[in-house]
């Protein structure tokens, strides 16, 4: 049992919360919670942290067992004394249970699988992690196939990126980029993938474009939209139409909007 | 000028934000930042409070005249030294610019205008002010014509839900029921208005009904869903189809891909 926050473990979850670059030089990021506990694959499991008051209940053991990781019991497993615990999460009420995971790269290629078309998000300087998380968690429910995020957007290992995606972040294909120009736009040509930009100056309302073929959607940070380089390298504009004195949407909600009438149209296709 | 925090409009200021009883029993809310400031019906504005450096800007000088107020500069305007603006802020960066609001009471036949198709969400339990925020500024957007929540809702004058919906709480319809099922139910079915409930178990995608007739969908709390009873209660169930391992949408997100979807079937028809 770990009774102390100057404990090296403690120590190193606690920068791994809060600094990128540490989670980048170990190769690790910190899940909170029973959902992503159960949700996190097997294979990239370094650590769970149990809080005493958990330790207690035998739920963890069942899902240990669930993962096939029942022996490896003594290494993954550290329980930590409640008051200690309460200093490691992010919630006011924590579930008593925090995993490391293992990070995984995925290269382009794997974020346009055979067999899928390819429906891919294209993030420009994104910078909410509420919404990243929400984009995630939405994109999977509508068969993204894969998510691109500039170099400046916030990191998706951000704690409250986790949080909001209610683990997707496990299963979603993403890539980041050092630049969607010189990078993505060729390979989005090379793959025959159409990309659209919402831009309130589009001719067609989203829905009246087809994206049952190969279809990237571009979307811009919060505060300034899409930068006028990248939409003007777009395939096509396309605007959702808004009614009342509605400039614009909030950045995850277009995402999910535009999404979801792609898999509608793939659906009825 | 303002110059203490001991000021009896700053400490008035402090309950508006932290306590729904005392927004209600003034009948005023709290909206910062200049977005909010310009977009402020004129006949509502019951005070501006100005920090110090940004009253030295002249911009509000022309907002107040867009609005015809500027004969009342001296009845709605107080200037506050920034450093006692900075405790009534919600925000690192505070624009300089916080009114107050008189609040508006709507009844429900205000949410079905005549020459409109009703479009409505009825709100169960909400909770997070992020949602109802992100719902009402989606709505606005969608043609929505008006918003039911259950008393026990997250307070729309929250300050965290003003922020979210960039404005459009001046101008969304909204109703606040003691009970759904007693005054709600009853009332829509009155208005030959039919009530969607989004269910894992709904026999139709929600792409596959027809929203162009009045049109109310439920929308349950966060963690917990809709009740079963109101569920029971509604016409007809939808799914919001979800591919990979995910179990549900965000509570906004669901509104937003309904509430969207409804918009597309009204430009189409």
């Known amino acids: ?34 959902k992503m506990f159960r949700e996190a694959p097997a294979d990239r499991l370094e650590k769970v942290y149990l809080s005493g008051a958990f330790a207690e209940k035998g739920i963890w053991k069942e899902i240990l067992r669930e993962k096939g990781l029942e022996k490896e019991e003594r290494e993954i497993i550290e329980v ?47 910078q909410d992690p509420g919404n990243l998380g ?17 170099k400046n957007s916030v990191d998706i290992y951000n704690p409250k990126v986790i949080r909001s995606t209610m683990g997707s972040v496990y299963r979603m294909p993403f890539y980041y980029t050092s630049s969607i120009q ?25 829905d009246q474009e ?18 006028r380089e990248l939409s003007q390298k777009a395939d096509i504009w396309i605007r959702i139409p808004m009614e009342g004195q509605v400039e614009s949407l909030n950045a995850a909600m277009a995402s999910g909007i535009l999404m979801y009438e792609a898999s509608r149209q793939r659906r009825n296709s």
């Open 134 to 150: 929400t984009i995630l968690r939405t994109g999977e429910g509508a068969g993204v196939t894969g998510i691109i995020l500039s």
């Open 182 to 206: 010189e990078e993505i736009l060729p390979w989005l040509r090379e793959k025959k993938i159409t990309g659209y930009a919402a831009h309130l100056e589009g001719k067609n309302s989203y």
């Open 1 to 34: 049992m770990i009774t102390s926050t100057s404990n090296g473990q403690i120590k190193k979850i606690q920068q791994l919360l809060k600094k990128s670059k540490v989670r980048r030089e170990e190769g690790l990021f910190v899940a909170e919670g029973l």
């Open 80 to 126: 930590v004394e409640d008051k200690v615990f309460k200093t490691l999460s992010d919630t006011v009420t924590p579930q008593g249970v925090l995993c490391l995971i293992k990070m995984r790269d995925c290269t382009l290629e794997e974020l346009v699988p055979e067999g899928k078309v390819p429906l891919l998000m294209i993030l420009e300087d994104l």
């Open 210 to 227: 087809d994206y049952t073929k190969g279809t990237a959607f571009f979307i811009g940070n919060e505060g300034n939209g899409l930068s």
